[in-house]
């Protein structure tokens, strides 16, 4: 039986969080499951392309920076080889959401907050450190 997407979303979304949680130390997944919590605020706020240059711009070009896997966790979701994906195959998000229509943009949107609906729930669960206090 083949999976729906919400349930796609979620398996990958999954395996990201299990990945950071295996390859990073804890204060850097923390910061890495606060990134994924604001992430959506800000693309409500600033659009999609914006958000994810922030993040770019964040990162520093560091390649073990959280910012900069969030951004491509998020790239890998939206640019995977799948029709169900708005950019397949595309090697650059940022690039594919400047250079192609206003449809998949829209379409690229909605499916990065559904995705990130996963993402916050799964990277607060598995990632994120108690508040001093709790726990």
Do not use: F
């Amino acid at each position: 039986m083949e999976q729906t997407l919400d349930q796609k979303r979620a398996t990958d979304s999954l395996e990201k969080v299990k990945r950071v949680k295996e390859n990073c130390d804890s204060d850097a997944a923390d910061d890495y499951a606060g990134y994924v919590v604001r992430l959506a605020g800000a693309i409500r706020i600033n659009g999609l392309g914006q958000a994810l240059a922030q993040l770019l711009a964040a990162a520093k070009q560091d390649q073990n920076d959280p910012h900069l896997l969030v951004y491509q966790d998020l790239q890998q979701w939206l640019c995977r080889n799948d029709s169900q994906a708005p950019y397949p195959n595309e090697p650059d998000l940022l690039e594919a959401l400047v250079k192609r229509d206003r449809d998949t943009y829209q379409w690229a949107l909605a499916e990065a907050m559904a995705w990130l609906e996963w993402h916050k729930k799964l990277a607060v669960a598995y990632l994120k450190k108690p508040e001093e206090g709790q726990g």
